[in-house]
Structure formats: structure tokens, C-alpha cells
């Protein structure tokens, strides 16, 4: 990604080169001792080299390319000068020793280029080892002291506590812990609600009461009950219905100005998935930009989260179970509102961050009312209106089907099951597991349309589109479930597509499947058909008036059977190398240090362009609204429409 020598490096290392070359020759003609010339030419090469790096990566030579060429032809220009008077009066050419010098100076970082290629290998050989050819899905190499670890729970009524790391709220005083050598604190497991536990199973979430006590927060809160597929790390971890907690990351340092504020919703498909899960940690990210406030946190998944009970009896008395996991979510939002600030956020400056379902979420609560003015922007990538059109009908069936598993016939008796049973039913239903409903008064029948009409207004979207996304969902959920689920989204597509549409899309699996596989070529339809309806959503909010930058992730991965997507953006724009080695890839750090410098600069406010004084060996990048794209592939980025790259189906664009 990053070049290994730009013209930027070129002109630096010439000069500096010069510096140190003719420093050694006058010294020497002057007689000084030989000590002295090699520290004084060793100062002046340096003085010269940070002299050179100050103008050459000034905003105002690297903003306007003619400046740079004005500022480059000077510096060719006076280098003569001064070598025909070194010529005239000292008989010394500066050109002497500028080659020698020249070799010195960009050796090192052709050494170092070399050794980070090396690690880089030896990394790749270690996933390959774990993954082979990748096709049992995501496995985790993960020690037992590191789940004993992560399993660890809160103490409540601390009597001795490190005051730097106590912040008090309203519901009490929560006590982190400094990481990462003390350069940022972290806060983990304070609860944003009620548990939802006892009478409150299935009630909408409900605030905490005041408090004065003191809480641990250095662990986890439990994730939410899910269903446990192979590839789901969570397995792992404690869950319990007890889960509507957050986690919050902030940079160990003084300042009294209020950052801006990053909400992380989870993945998952509405079923798996948590804060716990490392690809979100929030660690690195706040270690490489302290000017930010990181949360993440859990919502209810599930039978849990998205359910109605209205057909059965007693079901009256629980009229929230459609979205449970999206008031959950709004919970949230409301909490960062009402609390962030003592952390050293700005409630008014809040962007969230979605991933898949999560990124479903975001774009749901962005034309909800109840969500009004809980944040100004949004990251959503792998994620769109048309993933939920679940109705209440399909949200009724699972209850009825909970019902029949449980041998219940009422709310009352539903309310006496334990959690292990309801997790084992929930697991054995996971294909009828229901998404957020569309209910009318809550989120809007046809969300495009309210999109179009300015639903979302005020909100800045960057909206990312995966080309192969697949991949990533078989390596968590396994080819059998897999396959099942391709099977109910073609259903569900059949019902909203005409004959001409559905032919174009008979002809394409046909034909993809007598080269590969059936299930392959479905695969690969319904990436194209995910791609095609989040590309739908930016034209519908820019439409609405939103500012609207598209990315398209278009990376080949590691190991072809895990798919590139989610996983990978994930990490890459958080900085967690490590986790992205558990799912069975290898970080592009020189991609990563640009995609968070921009993530960070979305969330700033700032103007998304990098220049290379910001991120070194690199080209200028401005990202432009829609219908321009940002392309990652290839381990490169560009910039161009994308319309065009979602899919070779005509029908699906024009549908």
C-alpha cells in the first residue's frame, strides 16, 4: 500500500544526503579531528533532513501540486548554485560524496522493508497453519487462561480504588483500568439499564435508579444469549439475559475540551455476536487517536429481541418484543447522551458505527423518531433496509413455534422457563429467528421512501458495500446452515421481483453452478443482490439530501473459503491485528493507518482528504461524495463509480 520511496522521500534523502556528505568534506579540508567530523556532519545531515521534511510536508506545499513543483525545482536549482561556488572557490563538488551518502540514507528503509515483509510471512504461515484451506469456518486459537480471563465478573461496593480511573454518574461510581501502557482507560460491564431478568423478560428496557455505590468496571458485562454456531467466538464467553451493558475506551490524558464520541453496534444477523468479541475492541484505536471517546455495548439477540407475543394469551402485556433489541439500542444511545461527558465526550457529537446487523440497526433507527438527535453520523457497512423486511406475521410464527418447542400455552408460563432451555430452543429455531419488524409506528413501512422525504436528515452517512461477503457469513455459521440460508433469502426474494428478473437470475446461477457449485453460485447472487440494495440505500439518502460517502471493499482474503468483508473492515478500521488473526487473515497495517485516519476524520468533522504529511510514503486521497466511491483492492485504493462493479445482473439495478 504505502510506496518505498515517493518523490517526497526522494527529495528528503537528497538533501539530507548533501548535508551529511558535504559537511564531512569541509571539516575534513578545515583538519578538525576525525570524531568531530563525523558528529558535526552527523548533526548537520539531521538538521538538514528535518529542515527539508518541514517544507516538503508543509499543508501548503502539499495541498496544491504546483506548489510542490515550484518548491522541488528551487531546491534543484539552489543545490546548483551552490555547487558551482563550491567548485569556484573551495574546488570541492558537492556531487563527491552525494551517491555514498545517498545509498546510506535510504538503506535503512529498504532494510526495514525487507524485515516487515518477513514478519509479515511469518504471520501468514501461522493463520495458514491453524486455517489450512479455510473450509471448517472461523476456529479460534485461544488459550484456556484467555477464556478464564475474559470470564472474570464485576465487583460491586469496592472499598480501595485507583481514583484516576473513578468516574461518578448518576447510577454510581464505576472504576476502570489503565491498558496499554497507561495510555488509555478502559471501562467494562456498566450496565445502560435495568436487567431485563424476572418480571422484566421481554419488557422494554427500563433506566437504572440513582446510586452512590462504588462498581468494578474492568470485566466484560455477560454477552446476550445467542445461538452458539461453530464459527461464533462468543461461544466462548458467559452470556445471560442479564447483558444490556457497555463498555467505554478513552484516552489517559488531561484534557478538558469534549471529544467526539464513537457508538460501535455489533454483528451478528440478530441471533450472535458481542462486545466481547475482540475484532471490536476499541483499545487500539483510542491508543492511535486519543482525541476520541470508543463505545461498544449488548442488546438483546433472538427470541430475546425480536419476537411477538400478541397471539398469545398474556402476550397484551408485552407490546414492545417486535424491536426489543432496537429500544435496547436506543437505551444505549440515550445513556452515551446523558453520561458521556464524564468520560470526556461530547454528546453532540456522537457517530455510530455498524457492521451487518448492526449496520441493519443503524440504518433503522436513522429514520426513527425515537432515535431523533441521538447522533449526527453513521458508519454503516454491510448492512440495508432490505435485509428486514421481516412483518409481524413471520415475528408471530416464531412465537407460535417457541410455544409448540416449550410445550407453554401462555405468557405465564413462558416467564417460569429457565434461560438454558429458551437458549436450546432458540438454537434448535435459529433459521425462524426474526429480524427488527417494520411496525408503523415505530420504523417506517417503505424506509427508502422515508429516506427520499428526508427521514434521516442531519445525519452524514458513510454507507461501505462488501463484494464478498458470503464467504464470511458460511465461515460463522457452517455450509449446512449456510445453505439453508441461502435457500430462505431466495424465497423471501422471490416475493419481490418480476418473471424477466427472476429468469435473469435462474440463467445466472445455472450457469455459474456448472463451473463451481450450486451453493457458490447462490452465494454469489446474493452478494450482488446485498450489494445492489445498500448502494439503493446511499442513492435514497443522498437523494434525501445526506451527505453520503460510498466505500467498496473489494479485497481478495487470505484464504479464499473465509470469504473478505465484515471481519476484515472491522479490524482494519479499528486496529486490531491481533483479532483478525483468530479469523483467519493478516492486518494490512499501511491500509489500516489510512482507513482509521479517515474513520478519524469523519468522526472530527473534518474534510476526508489525507495529504502525505499526514500518513508518510503515500499519495494525497480525497474522498468524494456520492457517486463517487472509495475502492479498497488490491491492497490499494482508488476512487471511481461503482454502479457498474455490483453486479452482472441488468434486472437488479433496474429493479
Known amino acids: ?64 501540486p504546483r506548489n510542490k513543483f515550484v518548491t522541488y525545482i528551487s531546491i534543484l536549482f539552489i543545490f546548483l548554485f551552490a555547487d558551482i561556488i563550491s567548485n569556484v572557490w573551495l574546488k570541492v563538488s558537492m556531487l563527491d560524496n552525494l551517491v555514498e551518502e545517498f545509498l546510506y540514507v535510504v538503506g535503512l528503509p529498504i532494510i526495514g522493508f525487507v524485515i516487515n515483509l518477513c514478519i509479515r510471512a511469518y504471520h501468514i504461515l501461522k493463520v495458514r497453519k491453524v486455517y489450512d484451506d479455510g473450509s471448517k469456518g472461523f476456529v479460534f486459537d ?50 445502560y439499564a435495568k436487567a431485563p431478568v424476572g418480571e422484566l423478560r421481554w419488557k422494554a428496557p427500563e433506566p437504572l435508579p440513582a446510586s452512590q455505590e462504588v462498581f468494578e468496571a474492568t470485566n466484560f458485562g455477560d454477552s446476550a444469549v445467542q445461538v452458539e454456531h461453530k464459527g461464533v467466538i462468543l461461544k466462548l464467553h458467559k452470556q445471560s439475559e442479564d447483558c444490556l451493558s457497555l463498555n467505554i475506551y478513552i484516552a489517559n490524558d488531561k ?21 466481547a468479541d475482540p475484532l471490536v475492541y476499541g483499545d487500539n484505536f483510542v491508543k492511535n487517536h486519543k482525541d476520541v471517546v470508543f463505545v461498544s455495548f449488548n442488546y438483546r439477540l433472538g427470541i430475546f429481541g425480536f419476537i411477538d407475543f400478541s397471539d398469545v394469551p398474556g402476550g397484551e402485556a408485552y407490546p414492545d418484543t ?34 451487518e446487523s448492526g449496520a441493519v440497526c443503524v440504518c433503522m433507527l436513522a429514520a426513527c423518531e425515537k432515535a431523533k438527535g441521538l447522533f449526527q453520523k453513521a458508519f454503516v457497512f454491510d448492512g440495508n ?149 445498500i448502494y439503493r440505500s446511499a442513492v435514497k439518502l443522498a437523494e434525501g439530501g445526506n451527505k453520503v460517502h460510498l466505500m467498496y471493499w473489494d479485497e481478495k482474503p487470505l484464504i479464499k473459503n473465509l470469504g473478505s468483508g465484515s471481519v476484515d473492515v472491522m479490524a482494519v478500521l479499528l486496529g486490531n491485528d491481533e483479532a483478525l488473526e483468530l ?23 473534518d474534510p476526508l482528504r489525507l495529504y502525505t504529511n499526514e500518513i508518510l510514503a503515500v499519495d494525497a486521497i480525497n474522498w468524494k461524495p456520492y457517486p463517487k466511491a472509495l475502492i479498497v483492492k488490491n491492497k490499494k485504493i482508488k476512487f471511481d463509480t461503482i454502479k457498474d462493479k455490483l453486479t452482472v445482473i441488468n434486472n437488479l439495478l433496474k429493479y
Open 255 to 275: 484534557k478538558k475540551e469534549k471529544k467526539p464520541v464513537v457508538v460501535l453496534f455489533h454483528n451478528g444477523d440478530f441471533s450472535y455476536g458481542g462486545s
Open 385 to 533: 433496509p432490505e435485509m428486514i423486511y421481516n412483518t409481524p406475521d413471520a415475528a408471530r410464527t416464531l412465537a407460535k413455534k417457541l410455544l409448540e418447542e416449550t410445550h407453554t400455552n401462555t405468557m405465564e408460563e413462558l416467564l417460569r422457563l429457565d434461560t438454558q432451555t429458551l437458549k436450546q430452543v432458540s438454537t434448535k429455531l435459529w433459521q425462524y429467528l426474526c429480524t427488527p419488524t417494520y411496525d408503523k409506528n415505530f420504523i417506517p413501512v417503505d424506509i427508502y421512501n422515508a429516506y427520499q422525504n428526508k427521514a434521516a436528515s442531519g445525519i452524514e452517512f458513510i454507507v461501505g458495500i462488501p463484494s464478498n461477503e458470503g464467504g464470511v457469513m458460511r465461515s460463522y455459521i457452517g455450509n449446512n446452515n449456510y445453505e439453508k440460508l441461502l435457500s430462505i433469502g431466495l424465497d423471501d426474494i422471490r416475493k419481490y421481483i418480476d418473471d424477466a428478473t427472476a429468469a435473469e437470475i435462474r440463467e445466472y446461477i445455472e450457469s455459474n453452478a456448472a463451473v463451481s457449485s450450486e451453493l457458490e453460485a447462490k452465494s454469489k447472487f446474493i452478494d450482488q443482490w446485498i450489494a445492489a440494495n
Open 322 to 355: 417486535l424491536n426489543l433489541g432496537l429500544l435496547d439500542q436506543i437505551a444505549a444511545l440515550e445513556w452515551v447522551k446523558e453520561n458521556i461527558s464524564a468520560f470526556g465526550g461530547d454528546p453532540d457529537r456522537v457517530t455510530v458505527m455498524g457492521f
Open 1 to 64: 500500500m504505502k510506496k518505498l520511496f515517493t518523490l517526497d522521500d526522494f527529495m528528503i534523502a537528497f538533501v539530507s544526503a548533501l548535508g551529511y556528505g558535504y559537511g564531512e568534506v569541509m571539516l575534513n579540508l578545515f583538519g578538525w579531528p576525525e570524531w568531530l567530523v563525523v558528529v558535526v556532519s552527523l548533526v548537520v545531515g539531521i538538521a538538514m533532513e528535518e529542515l527539508i521534511s518541514a517544507m516538503v510536508f508543509s499543508k501548503t506545499v502539499q495541498k496544491d
Open 583 to 605: 479469523y483467519g487473515n493478516v492486518m494490512n497495517k499501511d491500509m489500516s493507518e489510512i482507513m482509521q485516519a479517515l474513520l478519524q476524520k469523519f468522526i472530527k468533522g
Open 142 to 191: 485461544v488459550s484456556k487462561k484467555e477464556v478464564e480471563d475474559i470470564n472474570q465478573h464485576n465487583q460491586q461496593n469496592l472499598d480501595e480504588y485507583d481514583a484516576d480511573c473513578a468516574v461518578k454518574i448518576r447510577t454510581g461510581i464505576y472504576v476502570g483500568e489503565k491498558e496499554k501502557n497507561n495510555e488509555i482507560i478502559s471501562y467494562y460491564g456498566i450496565p
